[in-house]
């Protein structure tokens, strides 16, 4: 069956980078988009960006752009989504979604990144 | 751009019928036949219920219904039943390749 399974739970101080990773089984690796989307702790979700893993391009909120990298490693089916220069508002589950122009039924299970001093 | 506009909050009794909309722009929503709906239960991940305005991947049941008309777009949930309780997200595509969701409708149900 169709699974992501996200990396485990980080914290991380403010002002330094987080990389949270999502492995894909079950289906063609290339053939969908992977989208990333957020959510801060009570509040609601919130799109990142996604990465077509079969070129490499990428597309970022405008709100992400210059702090978000999202990258790939089709040799093991697995995407990563990079956030550096992070803040305590960066304190959020970070979700993987399998998808093409929105994120579609697939879903990892969250990876919570806490960002305290 | 802005997110979509939802409300907070919504409920119904079990059985009755419930309306939840989602407003967007003639950017977005109005233009776009990419409306999908998520539900999503306390500490789960969110579960795609209705895509492209009003289909319904497969396992979803059809009391879950979905619409559009112009720059809102709309999600009926018929014959309330206690798992329906969550919260309730609306995402468009918004053009140039960006991606928008609603704040999010806590449905009750009474």
């Known amino acids: 069956q169709v699974q992501l399974v996200q990396s485990g739970a980080e914290v991380r101080e403010p002002g330094t980078s987080v990389k949270v990773s999502c492995k894909a089984s079950g289906y063609t690796f290339t053939g969908y988009y992977f989208h990333w989307v957020r959510q801060a702790p009570g509040q609601g979700l919130e799109w990142m960006g996604w990465i077509n893993p079969n070129s490499g391009g990428t597309n970022y909120a405008q709100k992400f752009q210059g702090r978000v990298t999202m990258t790939r490693d089709t040799s093991i089916g697995t995407a990563y989504m990079e956030l550096s220069r992070l803040t305590s508002d960066d304190t959020a589950v970070y979700y993987c979604?399998?998808?093409?122009?929105?994120?579609?039924?697939?879903w990892g299970q969250g990876t919570l990144v806490t960002v305290s001093s | 751009q802005s997110a979509l506009t939802q409300p907070p909050s919504a409920s119904g009794s079990p059985g009755q019928s419930v309306t939840i909309s989602c407003t967007g722009t003639?950017?977005?929503?109005?233009?776009?036949?990419?409306v999908s709906w998520y539900q999503q239960h306390p500490g789960k991940a969110p579960k795609l219920i209705i895509y492209?305005?009003?289909k319904r991947p497969s396992g979803v049941p059809d009391r879950f219904s979905g619409s559009k008309s112009g720059n809102t777009a709309s999600l009926t949930v018929s014959g309330l039943q206690a798992e329906d309780e969550a919260d309730y997200y609306c995402?468009?595509?918004?053009?140039?390749?960006?991606?928008?969701f609603g704040g999010g409708t806590k449905l009750t149900v009474l």
């Open positions: 979604a399998r998808g093409r122009t929105v994120p579609d039924t697939a």
């Open positions: 995402n468009s595509y918004g053009g140039s390749n960006n991606n928008l």
């Open positions: 003639s950017s977005d929503v109005g233009t776009y036949d990419y």
């Open positions: 492209e305005v009003t």
